[in-house]
């Protein structure tokens, strides 16, 4: 499939930097805030974001047929909502605006200060309303290393995993935005040497590595989505920590599942990237061995190649990289995730936000949580600082990084990062 935009020639008149998340074959979407400007949605170039309702206004979006307010939300659910037709034509006009060779915006220096302002004076908000959130369970290799700890080894994936998604209905109102913090949570937890439970701060705070996908059209209950419409239903992705628990969640998940361990906080990045811009990095995903039932059967190149960062930055500002990972990693594709999520007659509504589940590849450096890469507080990772870490100690930030590359092009997602503070 072949789309304008992603056309790794075009060069933009806006400077980008080597290593910037935000070329011209980017074109994410967000919202922002700031001094003057309560909530507009925006797009990014470089180190500026580029404000999407003073385009408006100034009528650079007439195919639109919507009034520029649209652009003026508290979030990008009504744009959204507009349908892909749509928002790939306003991402289209975009790179046409930024294009080297379009002097129709380069020349407008007098507004130069109101359509493009810097990243770094401006506060990104969250970008969506997520009316329902879903997580999933679908690295094999992050579900393999939980279940050899846990369970068996020579049995550590339950009998269901190869057959479909697993996943669970989360908490919406928690998750925020990157740069957020949030206080450690209190909750029950047994110890291994106790008889009965206690209370307390947990102990063991985790990180999990993942990214997210948000609904772009909503269905009607009882309507399925199969796995080769599903990407019209994909607006676009973000990265996604699920802060996790893990003293608390060892003792409260039988029979149901997560609980308190999962709903204090979640983060986001602030920008979403288009199912478009990832198009050039899809690749092939697993051999899924056993075949799947027929609604989960999918035809093409559906994994995407992203790369995954994990950071700890201490209290000294110091930034410590403790793994890498990748989203190719992934067993069960978006497309799968939604098919099954669906086949049930469960409706989606737009913002809706489905997340991966951590994401683990099969070397240690690669595991996508503190479980994983100290198993389970065996093995301590040492900073910078001369500290160590077996979990997420206060004041620590956990931020996570992404970004595809391929063809000289690289484009990213901006940070997600949260701050943890002593338990309230």
């Known amino acids: 499939m072949s789309i304008k935009p992603n056309d790794p020639q075009l060069k933009s008149w806006i400077d980008v930097k080597t290593g910037s998340d935000f070329p011209i074959q980017n074109l994410p979407f967000g919202i922002y805030s700031d ?7 925006c797009s990014a170039i470089g180190e500026y974001i580029v404000d999407l309702y003073e385009l408006a206004q100034h009528g650079y979006f007439p195919f639109l047929g919507v009034s520029p307010e649209i652009f003026q939300q508290d979030s990008l659910n009504p744009f959204i909502a507009l349908g892909k037709a749509k928002t790939n034509a306003v991402r289209e006009k975009l790179s046409d605006l930024l294009n080297s060779n379009n002097t129709e915006l380069q020349s407008k220096k007098d507004l130069f200060s109101v359509f493009f302002k810097k990243q770094s004076d401006v506060t990104m908000l969250m970008p969506v309303k997520v009316g329902d959130y879903t997580d999933f369970y679908s690295s094999i290799d992050h579900a393999t290393n939980v279940g050899t700890m846990f369970r068996d080894p020579n049995n550590a994936l339950l009998p269901n995993w190869k057959h479909l998604p697993v996943g669970y209905h989360g908490r919406a109102s928690s998750i925020h935005v990157s740069g957020h913090s949030f206080h450690r949570p209190k909750g029950q937890q047994k110890p291994a040497d106790a008889e009965l439970p206690v209370f307390g ?6 990180f999990e590595l993942e990214t997210a996908f948000i609904i772009s059209k909503p269905t009607a209950p009882g309507e399925s989505i199969s796995t080769d419409k599903a990407d019209d239903y994909i607006f676009g992705m973000l990265l996604f920590n699920d802060w996790s628990a893990r003293d608390i969640q060892t003792w409260e998940y039988v029979p149901l599942g997560p609980f308190l361990a999962k709903n204090f906080a979640s983060t986001v990045s602030p920008w979403i990237v288009t199912l478009e811009a990832l198009e050039p990095f899809r690749e092939k995903g697993y051999v899924q061995d056993p075949k799947v039932l027929p609604y989960l059967e999918y035809k093409g190149d559906k994994n995407v190649n992203i ?18 990972s990748n989203y190719k990693y992934m067993y069960w594709t978006m497309e799968q995730q939604l098919a099954h999520h669906t086949v049930n007659g469960c409706n989606m509504n737009v913002g809706d936000m489905l997340a991966s589940g951590t994401i683990s590849g099969p070397q240690p450096h690669e595991y996508g949580s503190m479980l994983e890469l100290t198993w389970r507080g065996t093995k301590p990772l040492k900073l910078q600082d001369g500290t160590e870490r077996k979990f997420i100690n206060d004041h620590d930030t956990v931020i996570i990084r992404g970004y595809c590359e391929k063809d000289g092009v690289r484009i990213g997602f901006g940070d997600c990062a949260a701050k943890v503070l002593p338990a309230n």
């Open 35 to 41: 001094k003057h400007v309560k909530h507009h949605a």
């Open 201 to 206: 701060p947990t102990k063991l705070l985790d």
């Open 307 to 324: 790369n995954l960062q994990v950071f700890i930055r201490t209290e000294d500002g110091h930034e410590n990289q403790i793994c890498t």
